[in-house]
């Protein structure tokens, strides 16, 4: 027993994580001292608690759930363009919503074709860092298919039943330099969850490594 517990320890130790790609349950970041950065996120250590999917008709995006010190969650994909970014998520709450913009305004984002504009009105203690003056709308009602699996390594179901993906319609909105966003999921009973985004070149990450 002894013997096989050194196996296991030592290709343990030899597992590298050099990318974000790499990461999995359990291994850990750590992000910049740059005060580019919100606060929540300067010189913080962080530690993925979850893997899931985002699966849309021609991609699949990975999300690693960040935990932090204090338990609080942020959400990691990769925006992959001409150059590859991090894209940091915060799940905002109504009064933040109530605090940043005017309520009329924000519901135009819904408006077909989706043209929405808005101004932000007062950072929210948690916004702050996080919001950007103004957005234009970018994205209305893609549909997509949210899985709490990691694609990576596991199968995702195409039929409908229990191991299917939740539906849902996304809706986004970007500042003017594409820096900073606005995300809305809309799922099928009609909860929406809300999201400011902050996209940073990928070494922010300025450590990462594998969990014990």
């Keep these: 027993m002894s013997f096989l517990k050194k196996i296991f320890s030592k290709e343990q130790q030899q597992r590298q994580v050099s990318k974000v790609q790499d990461l999995h349950v359990g291994d850990m970041i750590i992000l910049t001292d740059s005060f580019a950065l919100p606060e929540n996120l300067r010189n913080q250590q962080f530690q993925v608690s979850a893997v899931n999917s985002y699966e849309y008709q021609n991609h699949t995006d990975t999300e690693w759930v960040l935990t932090g010190k204090d338990d609080s969650e942020l959400y990691l994909s990769l925006e992959v363009d001409d150059k590859t970014y ?47 003056k103004q957005y234009q709308q970018s994205l209305f009602a893609k549909v997509g298919y949210f899985h709490r699996k990691d694609h990576r390594s596991e199968t995702l179901s195409v039929y409908e039943g229990k191991d299917a993906g939740e539906q849902f319609e996304l809706y986004q909105l970007l500042s003017e330099d594409q820096s900073r966003g606005i995300e809305l ?26 969990g014990s």
Excluded: N
């Design 86 to 132: 991090l894209k940091f998520a915060l799940k905002v709450q109504h009064q933040d919503v109530e605090s940043l913009f005017d309520l009329d305004e924000f519901a135009t984002i819904f408006d077909e074709p989706g043209q929405a504009f808005l101004d932000r009105k007062t950072d929210s203690q948690l916004s702050q860092g996080w919001s950007a």
């Design 185 to 210: 999921e809309v799922w099928q009973d009609g909860e929406t969850d809300v999201f400011l985004t902050l996209y940073r070149p990928t070494h922010d990450i300025v450590d990462m490594f594998p």
